[in-house]
Structures are given as C-alpha cells and as structure tokens.
C-alpha cells in the first residue's frame, strides 16, 4: 500500500543517482497482518516501494517490515530523523471497537474465537505506537542525529483509496474500494482531485461483498491460499 502520495510523480529515481536529502521525506509501511511492506515518498513523488517478502522469502509475510524499511531508507540516502512522519495504513483502536462490539453481539458464540484473539491484541495490536517505536529504535544504523518522527494511522480504506489515485496518472477521478472490513466500512466511495481525496458514502460492517466471497472461498477451497483461489476459480469456469 501507498499512503502518503501527495502528487503523481515529477522526479525519477534509481539506485545510480543519489537523490538530494532537500525535501518533506514520508514513509509509508502496511505490517501485522499480511504482505507486509514500505514506501517512502519525496514530495508527492515514489522513491522506493517493496514488499518484506522480497528480502524474508517468506510468501505474504506479515511481520514488522524491517528489511523493506532498511531498504527504502538506504535507496534514498536518508535516516528516519529526515523523515516528516511515519504512516501506517489503519487505526488499531477502531478495528478493536469493531471486534469487541461483534463478540459482544454473538456471545457465547465465538468464545473460542474471542479467547484466541484478545492476547494478541492486548499484547501487541492494541498498543501498535509503543510496538512501532520499539521496532523501529531497533533500526541503530539508520537513525540519524535526530528523535523518530511522529506516526500517523489513515482509516483503513483511506489508505487503499490514496494508493489507487495519487500514484495514478489522473488528477480528476472517481474511486472505489472494495475488501473484506477496515475497521468498520467493507465497500467506500471517494472523489479524488489534485492532491485531495473526499469520501462520498461507505458501506458499513457487517455488510460486504469482500467477506461473502471469502465464505465462499473457503467453503469450496478450503485449503488454498487466498490469493490462489480466484486464479483456480477461473480455471473451474473455463472447463
């Protein structure tokens, strides 16, 4: 996921050419969940963008993005003192509203489910900011002279509607999301203009298209990873 794309990009970059250090310096990253990944961003413009895969060899894997950090951070020549802030893509605290709220409206239902899921979030989802700073005071060599910068959490589905807009080459267009759940909404609608993006309606848990097909996802390939499942599906069409 891109996060704090301002503008389409103006400049180009590659590892022959040392970018200056002039500049507001965003990082992005997405993490604790699946596809774990970083993207650091000049000015409105991509620097450099990675999934934490690519280093862990570890498919879709969800932990904390170091390598991909590390990565973006020496591609441009910076240390997190350069940067203006940090991003990550949701807010924890109204997706754990959303998850208590729903085990409180099933209960006894889901007591199992309830019990799994609170000591990871009590332990560490929860309290995400204090766990970010200690992963990232962990990065020693790219630090640089100053104190980390601040963090900031976008909703969920904020964050996928500025990765479809500000990176592409519009600067008028109508944007739609569609997923499982954020932290509430599944389905959302946003306008984006210039360096803007408004929404306009949203559909809110636990109505949502994301979720339905899941179910029936599961129900039919239950043991095929999800982003199998629509490739084979299509196969199953065609014969």
């Known amino acids: 996921m891109l996060f704090a794309v301002l503008n389409p990009p103006t400049e180009e970059y590659s590892s022959l050419s040392e970018p200056s250090k002039a500049?507001?310096?965003?990082?992005?990253?997405?993490?604790?969940?699946?596809?774990?990944a970083a993207c650091l961003i000049k000015n409105g413009s991509i620097v450099?963008?990675?999934?934490?895969?690519?280093?862990?060899?570890?498919?879709?894997?969800?932990?904390?993005?170091?390598?991909?950090i590390t990565y973006c951070l020496k591609e441009a020549n910076v240390t997190l003192s350069d940067l203006e802030c940090i991003v990550f893509y949701e807010k924890p605290f109204l997706k754990f509203e959303r998850l208590l709220e729903t085990y409180l409206s099933f209960a006894p239902k889901g007591l199992i489910s309830f019990w799994q899921a609170m000591?990871?979030?009590?332990?560490?989802?929860?309290?995400?900011?204090?766990?970010?700073?200690?992963?990232?005071?962990k990065l020693e060599t790219l630090k640089g002279p100053g104190p980390l910068p601040d963090f900031t959490f976008p909703e969920h589905h904020e964050s996928h509607a500025?990765?479809?807009?500000?990176?592409?080459?519009?600067?008028?267009?109508?944007?739609?999301?569609?997923?499982?759940?954020?932290?509430?909404?599944?389905t959302s609608a946003w306008t984006g203009t210039s360096n803007k993006i408004t929404p306009l309606w949203e559909i809110p848990f636990?109505?949502?298209?994301?979720?339905l097909y899941s179910a029936f996802t599961y129900l039919s390939l239950i043991h095929i990873s999800e982003p199998t499942r629509p490739r084979l599906i299509s196969y199953a069409v065609l014969c």
Do not use: N
Request: proline fraction near 7%.
């Open 23 to 36: 500049g507001t310096w965003i990082l992005g990253i997405s993490g604790y969940y699946h596809d774990s």
């Open 48 to 68: 450099a963008a990675v999934q934490e895969e690519r280093f862990s060899r570890k498919k879709h894997d969800p932990r904390f993005p170091i390598h991909a």
């Open 206 to 211: 636990p109505h949502s298209l994301g979720l």
């Open 119 to 137: 000591p990871v979030w009590l332990k560490d989802k929860l309290f995400l900011k204090t766990r970010l700073k200690k992963e990232f005071s």
């Open 162 to 186: 500025a990765s479809a807009f500000y990176p592409s080459p519009y600067r008028q267009a109508a944007i739609l999301c569609m997923d499982g759940v954020g932290e509430w909404t599944t």
